[in-house]
């Protein structure tokens, strides 16, 4: 990869139109971590060549033909993004781009790796509440010895929680390195890659918390080594 000067240049994928919310607090983000976000949509040119890294964001619903199953409830889906986001996490798993999928983003990275995933957590939902909420609300607990906790720092922590899919069987090279105490997959990491990582909640809109700031900061400081090709420790 020719050496590119500044800050890291991090793709943020969304849908064609909107979701404007969501992507000016990842811009934000990106910006206090010493990136910069090039937004990404369907019909946009595609390739992560000229990408430090990549951020798939939330959304709609993942289609369920995408990991072979039938519809269980009435979802929104977004075929074109699916197809886009499809691409963009095919080109970034086979070049090595560091990646964070945030909930439809984690669950469509997972699904591209050979995953599946719960369509309805409402009747999975027995100790934690039903209600989505942009508020830390729910508790995240963290696997020991996984990258995730070496970037929280914490054993336990609060967060939102907006989504009503999750992951159920785990993709290929992934772990589990974060559940709720529903039991419910938070996050899921590559410990084998220099950065590659899907969080169920919404951290963009948690970056007052000085720990979701952190997720962003080691992205950013993986996009530069990645870009300087200093090789994954």
């Known amino acids: 990869m020719a ?3 500044g800050r890291p240049v991090i793709g943020v994928t969304g849908p064609r139109r909107g979701a404007w919310g969501p992507r ?3 811009h934000l983000a990106l910006l206090m971590a010493g990136g910069r976000a090039l937004h990404l949509r369907p019909g946009d040119k595609l390739s ?3 990408l430090d890294g990549v951020i798939v964001t939330g959304g709609h619903d993942v289609e369920p033909v995408l990991y072979k199953a039938e519809a269980e409830v009435e979802g929104r889906y977004d075929s074109e993004r699916d197809a886009f986001e499809s691409e963009i996490i095919d080109c970034a798993l086979s070049d090595g781009t ?3 999928g945030i909930c439809r983003g984690a669950q469509l990275l997972n699904v591209r790796l ?3 995933l719960f369509q309805d957590l409402h009747r999975r939902r027995h100790k934690t509440s039903k209600r989505r909420t942009l508020l830390p609300l729910k508790t995240l607990c963290v696997e020991d010895g996984t990258k995730l906790a070496g970037i929280l720092g914490r054993a336990e922590l609060k ?3 907006l989504h009503n899919q999750s992951i ?3 993709g290929e090279g992934l772990r589990v390195c974060g559940r709720d105490i529903d039991e419910i997959v938070q996050a899921v990491e590559n410990p084998e890659r220099r950065f590659l990582m899907g969080v169920q909640w919404h951290p963009e809109f948690l970056i007052y918390l000085s720990r979701q700031r952190r997720l962003f900061r080691t992205l950013v ?3 530069r080594d990645y870009r300087s090709g200093v090789k994954p420790g």
């Open 159 to 161: 967060i939102n929680s």
């Open 98 to 100: 560091p990646l964070l």
């Open 48 to 50: 992560t060549r000229t």
């Open 3 to 5: 050496r590119r000067e």
């Open 168 to 170: 159920d069987r785990v």
């Open 24 to 26: 000016v607090c990842v």
């Open 114 to 116: 050979g995953g599946t």
């Open 221 to 223: 400081a993986a996009a």
